[in-house]
């Protein structure tokens, strides 16, 4: 009984303690801990649905960075339309409503997922990682071609998407509502993870020979998985669009989907809340490292060699072994 509501008890007070950090960072003089929360919790969606694929699925995917892009530059592109008044393709209205542009964000990386996905399951190892790759550096030089919407220069938002009754200007309000997106999107990942779906997934990670033997469509399970995965990126690319209100081809750039993987090692590979701690992680490093010194990715990456060597289980594992067996 004791062990079954420890869980629940943490992830309340570690729910409890976000909604409050926007007011306690205001009243010790470090307003920027808002904006720095923010990132955390818009990375750890991105994050956790690259760790939905290579944790649980088995799939090292180095071009997830596409799908988080396509999610950036739907906001981007939807906003500049509705500013000019000039409808996309001459009959799709822009818009700067949040409620339009994280749905089209999530069918767009969806369907882009979809199309990826298709092309690079049908091979494994070393040659899934390299087409993943290599479909997401035609996206990033792509958008670099594409001079309307700013080129290598990136896409400008003026104003954040408008959410009726909230004034979306604000850092704060911008934090909660990432906040809110990213408890919704915690608990469906937890729905699937602990589902039939989630099951299969798993197994097919263990034993793909295994899984196929018992009559279960190997191809259209990871298939599924891997577009589940790339809205989830979808999702992250379009809030941090609107929280940078800016979108640029270094959001698809391979160096991001390297970042990505980076966190969900950091936090835990195959664990539900890992990803979210290795963003944090990453974060705060980054942060703390590039005030130091410009060579911050050394220290990063011999950090991430002792966390790969020696926690077993990333940083979400090291607290297991550290305060699990007091329960």
């Known amino acids: ?51 939905f694929v290579l944790g649980y699925g088995g799939m090292v995917s180095f071009g997830h960075a596409a799908f988080f892009g396509i999610g950036g530059y739907v906001v981007g592109i939807l906003y500049q339309h509705y500013s000019l008044g000039e409808p996309l393709f001459g009959f799709i209205p822009g818009t700067n409503q949040l409620l339009i542009t994280i749905p089209v964000a999530l069918v767009i990386s969806g369907l882009m997922a979809a199309l990826i996905g298709a092309l690079s399951l049908r091979t494994g190892g070393v040659q899934f990682i390299m087409i993943t790759l290599a479909f997401a550096q035609m996206l990033f030089f792509l958008f670099v071609s594409l001079k309307t919407y700013g080129g290598d220069d990136g896409l400008i938002i003026r104003r954040a998407n408008e959410l009726p009754g909230l004034n979306m200007r604000d850092k704060q309000t911008v ?131 002792f966390v790969v060597l020696y926690t077993q289980g990333g940083v979400q594992g090291l607290g297991t072994r550290l305060f699990g067996r007091r329960a």
């Open 1 to 51: 009984m004791e062990k079954s509501l420890k869980r629940p008890a943490l992830l309340a007070g570690v729910l409890i303690a976000l909604i409050a950090l926007p007011a306690v960072a205001d009243a010790t003089g470090y307003a920027a801990l808002t904006s720095l929360a923010t990132r955390v919790l818009i990375y750890g969606i991105a994050a956790a649905s690259l760790n």
């Open 175 to 305: 934090y909660y509502v990432c906040l809110a997106i990213t408890v919704a999107f915690f608990f469906i990942l937890w729905r699937i993870v602990n589902s039939r779906f989630g099951n299969v997934i798993v197994g097919l990670r263990q034993s793909e020979k295994r899984m196929a033997a018992i009559g279960l469509p190997a191809y259209r399970y990871k298939l599924m998985a891997f577009v589940i995965s790339g809205m989830g990126c979808g999702l992250a690319g379009a809030l941090m669009a609107n929280f940078l209100r800016y979108a640029s081809p270094d959001m698809i750039h391979w160096t991001k989907s390297g970042e990505l993987m980076v966190m969900v090692i950091l936090g835990g590979v195959g664990t539900l809340f890992g990803p979210l701690l290795g963003a944090a992680v990453f974060i705060v490093l980054e942060s703390i490292l590039a005030s130091w010194t410009e060579n911050w990715q050394l220290g990063l990456g011999l950090i991430l060699l």
